[in-house]
Structure formats: structure tokens, C-alpha cells
């Protein structure tokens, strides 16, 4: 761990720092570097560009020398993958709770969607951007393409389900699962994240927009709306 705050003056301390991890004198102590790091290269990427960031740069936002944040991550290229390992976790989470309640299909569909947009808004750095702009290697990333597969996995069989239960109109489901997802991911181009309650507002209506679009002319939203609200409060964040 990282001692507490104070100078840095380069002489020995009563109680020695880490060796290798010295924050420069003017920042604040944390009780996690590798967090500080990330927070401050994703600030920098999107003001420079990941290439245009430097290492040093990270750092110095970071309030580290630069042969500290060596200490955390080897190049800036693993910073980068450091931001993106375990981003689908929560979801696949939520999946799987929703997949095991007694819920109709499209009350399933709204409380992920809305789930979604609201995580990856409240998240602390736009992980889609890094995905969009990053220079990653293949083999690295397969493991997060392999897990965003199931995400669009289990959309795809909540749209059969659907379907053959009469809620969900006739539709490719694998095309849709896959819009569905790009429309939660990119909704943190757009969406109020400062303000918490406008972004909440902004997760519901992404959720509502695409449900009812869905929707069999046999499927009253109202009614889905009325099954959601009885379980919301037990997947869902409060406002």
C-alpha cells in the first residue's frame, strides 16, 4: 500500500514508502494506485487519444513519477486492458438473476436494459470508446468478446421466448440482440451521467423505447409495466 500523504523530499522517512512507489508531493494518497491510474489515463485518452497520451503524462494526472506507475503496469497498453478486464461481469451478472425469475419476457428485456444503460453510464470511464479507438491485440481481447458473445446470446433467446410465447413480434433475433446491445453500450455517448436522476430517466426511456418496439399487437406494455414495478426495487437501483 501507498503510505499516507506528505512531502516527497527524498530523504529516508521514519516509516519507509514502498519501494518503487513515491507520489509526487502535491498529491493526495490513495488506497488504490492502480485505480488512480486508470481514472487518470482514461480522463487523457479521451482529451489525447490513447495514442496521444504519454506515460508520463498518466502519471503526473495520476499524481505518480513515471517509474512508479511502471510499478502498477508495465506499458500503457496494459492500463488499456486493465480498464476493459472484468467491464461485462455485472451484466452477465444481471443475466443470470433475471434468466432465473418468474418474469415475462419483456418485463426480462426492460429491467437488462435499463440495467445496462444505467451501469455502463454510472461507470467511471466510457469503456466502448477504449474499444473503439483502442489498437488492441486479438489475442488478448478474446476473452472480452467471448464473454460479450453471451451477452448477446442470452438477448437472442429472450427474443425467441418471446416470440414463441406471443409477447415479441416476429423479427431476426440474433440481428435485433445485437442492436439491442449497441444501443445500451453507445447510450454514454448521449446520456445526462453527471446528473443521476436524469440519467436514471434516460435508462428507463432506452428500455421503454425498445421493449415497446417489440412488443406482439397481443402484448399490452402496460401490463409489462405493472409486472416490472412489482420487482424493480429488487433489480434494480433506486433513483
Not at 503510505?3 to 523530499?9: D, F, L, S, W
Not at 451521467?193 to 436514471?200: P, Y
Amino acid at each position: 500500500m501507498v503510505g499516507k500523504a506528505g512531502n516527497v523530499t527524498g530523504r529516508p522517512e521514519k516509516q519507509a514508502r514502498a519501494v518503487g512507489r513515491p507520489r509526487n508531493a502535491d498529491a493526495s494518497a490513495s488506497r488504490d494506485p492502480r485505480a488512480d491510474i486508470i481514472a487518470a489515463a482514461a480522463r487523457l485518452f479521451r482529451a489525447k487519444g490513447i495514442a496521444g497520451a504519454s506515460v508520463r503524462e498518466i502519471a503526473a494526472e495520476a499524481g505518480l513519477r513515471k517509474a512508479s506507475l511502471y510499478y502498477y503496469f508495465p506499458s500503457k497498453e496494459e492500463i488499456v486492458y486493465a480498464m476493459i478486464e472484468g467491464v461485462l461481469e455485472p451484466a452477465l451478472d444481471m443475466q443470470h438473476r433475471l434468466g432465473r425469475a418468474d418474469l415475462s419476457e419483456p418485463a426480462r428485456l426492460w429491467l437488462y436494459l435499463r440495467f445496462d444503460v444505467e451501469m455502463l453510464c454510472s461507470a467511471p470511464y466510457d469503456c466502448t470508446w477504449l474499444l473503439s479507438h483502442g489498437n488492441l491485440d486479438d489475442k488478448r481481447m478474446a476473452g472480452y468478446w467471448a464473454e460479450r458473445q453471451k451477452l448477446v446470446a442470452w438477448l437472442s433467446a429472450r427474443l425467441r421466448q418471446g416470440r414463441e410465447n406471443g409477447q415479441f413480434r416476429e423479427c431476426d433475433a440474433g440481428t435485433v440482440a445485437k442492436a439491442l446491445l449497441a444501443a445500451t453500450e453507445y447510450s454514454v455517448t448521449w446520456a445526462e451521467r453527471e446528473d443521476r436522476k436524469r440519467m436514471t430517466g434516460n435508462a428507463e426511456e432506452v428500455a421503454t423505447l425498445l421493449v415497446r418496439g417489440l412488443l406482439s399487437k397481443e402484448c399490452d406494455f402496460d401490463t409489462v409495466m405493472k409486472e416490472i414495478g412489482a420487482v424493480s426495487g429488487v433489480f434494480l437501483s433506486a433513483n
